[in-house]
């Protein structure tokens, strides 16, 4: 069965460009290592060539992940969001009940994550909670110390 990977137009171009560094100067560089390894004598007593075939692996693994995610790429239309819900690439204010905090969190594909530019995960327990409530909902998000109650108070689209 084909997974899909939900990216927007953005995340898509970086992962492609990502991977085509990885292709290029990274089996470069690891093969460059091996090269330099394997020079300095026997390779059975030889952690830095053991090291280097590790690292070569890695990187292997690394790759043939990121082509199955560009394989299995589903670019999202930005063009085609409904901000009437909490949905993929909206925008949500939300305010803790208990504590009262404001938090403003952008859902994203788990790939574009990155919660110091506040992107959240779709797939994350908040992002979960809050798929799919409108505005003056209250979203039960479950978590390992508890359970924590949101009220969505704007939903929005930016870029």
Do not use: C
């Amino acid at each position: 069965m084909a997974q899909f990977t939900y990216l927007t137009q953005a995340g898509y171009d970086k992962l492609k460009a990502d991977l085509e560094e990885m292709r290029t100067t990274g089996r470069k560089e690891a093969a460059k290592a091996i090269a330099e390894a394997r020079e300095k004598g026997d390779l059975s007593e030889n952690a830095e060539y053991d090291a280097a075939k590790e690292h070569q692996g890695l990187l292997e693994a690394k790759i043939n992940g990121m082509e199955q995610k560009l394989g299995g790429a589903r670019i999202i239309d930005e063009t085609m969001l409904d901000t009437s819900k909490v949905g993929i690439l909206t925008t949500v204010t939300i305010k803790n009940v208990k504590t009262n905090k404001i938090f403003v969190y952008k859902l994203v594909p788990e790939l574009e994550s990155d919660l110091k530019q506040n992107k959240i995960s779709a797939g994350s327990p908040v992002g979960q909670g809050l798929l799919g409530k409108v505005e003056g909902e209250i979203a039960l998000v479950r978590t390992p110390n508890g359970n924590i109650e949101f009220k969505v108070l704007k939903i929005t689209i930016e870029p």
